[in-house]
C-alpha cells in the first residue's frame, strides 16, 4: 500500500513557515555585512583554549549542565548559578520558554483559533506570545511551531517602545501574555531602550517577559538588574554577536530559579556542546580584548553612519553592530541587489515597515571602505537626480 509521506505530517508543520536566516554564501571575496557576525576574530586565548580541547576526549560527553559556565557568568552577574541557563545559542533558550510558559492552543475550532491569533482578550492569554513588529523574526515562528496565538504590535514609526499608557489606549496589546519578548536593543531597527520604560512595562505584564539582549554589549546601558528585580523578567544574552562566537552555538538566559528550572526540566540533556562550553569559559577570561573591540565596532559605526548620511542616506540612529538605513534614488531591494552585484551583501526584510530599508553589519573598517565605494558607484551609475550629497 502507498502511503502519502505528507499524510504522516502533522498539519500543523506541514503549513509551517520556517524562520529565514541570512544567506551564508560559499563564495569567497564577499564583503558579508549581512547576519550581524562580529568582523573580529575571538581572542587568541579562545582560540587556543578550543584547539587545546581537541583530542581523544571528544569521545565524552560534556558537562550536562555547563556547569563551570554557570559559575562563571554567576560571578560576573553578581548572582546565583541557579540564576543561569546556557542554551544551544540563545534560540534555544527562546524556543524553550516559548514550550515552558505558554499554553499551545490544541485541537481548538477554526473560530475560537482565529479568534486566539487576533490577540482579542477572549483568546486567552495563556495561549499568547506577544512581542513587538519589526523585532526579531524567530518569535512568530516560535509561537507557529508550538502551536500557539500570537500578537506582533508595531513599534511606534521612529521605532520607538509606545509607552504602557499607549498600550493601553491602542487596546491590542495583551498585558497578561503568557510570554512577551522584546528585543533591545532593537533588531533590525538598532535602536536603543531605555531601562526605565523597560522597567514601565515590565511592571505592567503579568505573564512572562523576555528581554533579549543579544546586541547590548554595544549599547549604552542593559537591562540585566530588571531580572534580578523581577521574578517574571528574563535577559537573553548570547556570545554570538558580541563575543564573536556564532559557530559555537552559545547564550544563556538570566532569571528567577524558579523560571530558570522550569526551562531546565525541558531542555536536552546534553543541550551545550563541550568546545561550545570551552569557547565561552575562555572568552569570559579575557573581557578587555572584547571591550576593545566593542569600541571598534561603535566607533566604526559612527563614522559610516557619518558618511552614508552624506550620501544622502537615512540612517536610523543605532545601539547595535549594524545600521538600519533607507537608501536613496532607487527602491532598497534594488540596493540590495546592485550590492551585491559589486561583492557586498547586506540584509533587506521583506515586511511592510521595513521594505523602504537596508540592514548594514558594521564590519571592519576596510569592508565598511568596500561598501562605502559602492554606494558611491551605483548613485553614480543610478538615474540622473537633483539629491547630491543632501
Ligand atoms: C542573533 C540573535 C539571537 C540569537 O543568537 P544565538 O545566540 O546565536 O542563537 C537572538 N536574538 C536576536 C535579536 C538576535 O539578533
Redesign the pocket.
Given at each position: 500500500m502507498n502511503t502519502d509521506p505528507r499524510s504522516l505530517i502533522r498539519p500543523l508543520v506541514r503549513r509551517l513557515r520556517p524562520y529565514v536566516p541570512g544567506e551564508q554564501p560559499r563564495t569567497r571575496g564577499l564583503i558579508k555585512l549581512n547576519t550581524?557576525e562580529n568582523p573580529y576574530p575571538p581572542s587568541p586565548k579562545v582560540l587556543a583554549a578550543v584547539n587545546a580541547a581537541v583530542d581523544g576526549r571528544l569521545r565524552l560527553y560534556p558537562n550536562p549542565t555547563a556547569q563551570p559556565l554557570r559559575e562563571k557568568l554567576a560571578r560576573l552577574h553578581d548572582c546565583r548559578p541557579e540564576n543561569i541557563i546556557i542554551?544551544?545559542?540563545?534560540?534555544?533558550l527562546?524556543a524553550l520558554a516559548t514550550r515552558a510558559f505558554v499554553e499551545p492552543l490544541g485541537d481548538r475550532s477554526g473560530l475560537a483559533k482565529a479568534r486566539a491569533s487576533a490577540g482579542t482578550a477572549s483568546a486567552g492569554s495563556r495561549h499568547l506570545v506577544q512581542y513587538f513588529t519589526p523585532?526579531?523574526s524567530?518569535y512568530p515562528v516560535l509561537a507557529d511551531i508550538h502551536g500557539a496565538a500570537k500578537n506582533g504590535i508595531p513599534l511606534k514609526p521612529d521605532f520607538g517602545l509606545p509607552t504602557v499608557a499607549e498600550l493601553r489606549r491602542g487596546g491590542r496589546w495583551d498585558f497578561r501574555a503568557a510570554l512577551t519578548f522584546v528585543?533591545t536593543p532593537n533588531?533590525p531597527s538598532g535602536r536603543g531602550y531605555a531601562t526605565t520604560e523597560l522597567a514601565a512595562l515590565c511592571r505592567a505584564q503579568r505573564g512572562v517577559v523576555v528581554l533579549?539582549e543579544?546586541?547590548v554589549d554595544f549599547a549604552g546601558e542593559n537591562a540585566l538588574a530588571l531580572a534580578r528585580e523581577h521574578p517574571h523578567v528574563l535577559v537573553?544574552r548570547?556570545?554570538?554577536?558580541a563575543y564573536s562566537l556564532?559557530f559555537q552555538?552559545?547564550?544563556y538566559f538570566v532569571g528567577h530559579p524558579e523560571l530558570i528550572a522550569a526551562l531546565d526540566r525541558i531542555r536536552d540533556s546534553y543541550n551545550v556542546n563541550g568546545l561550545g562550553q570551552v569557547a565561552a569559559l575562555a572568552t569570559l577570561d579575557d573581557l578587555p580584548y572584547y571591550r576593545a573591540n566593542f569600541a571598534r565596532v561603535r566607533a566604526t559605526r559612527e563614522r559610516v553612519c557619518h558618511e552614508l548620511t552624506a550620501l544622502g542616506f537615512a540612517v536610523l540612529p543605532s545601539q547595535t553592530n549594524f545600521l538600519l538605513v533607507r537608501p536613496p534614488k532607487l527602491p532598497a531591494r534594488e540596493w540590495l541587489a546592485r550590492l551585491r552585484a559589486r561583492q557586498v551583501l547586506v540584509r533587506w526584510f521583506d515586511t511592510p515597515a521595513t521594505a523602504a530599508y537596508l540592514r548594514i553589519t558594521i564590519g571592519t573598517d576596510a569592508e565598511m571602505d568596500g561598501l562605502l565605494r559602492a554606494a558611491k558607484a551605483i548613485l553614480k551609475a543610478a538615474p540622473h537626480s537633483t539629491s547630491r550629497n543632501r
Open positions: 550581524n542554551g544551544n545559542g540563545s534560540d534555544e527562546l523585532s526579531y524567530l528585543t533588531a533579549d543579544a546586541y537573553s548570547t556570545f554570538s554577536k556564532c552555538r552559545v547564550g
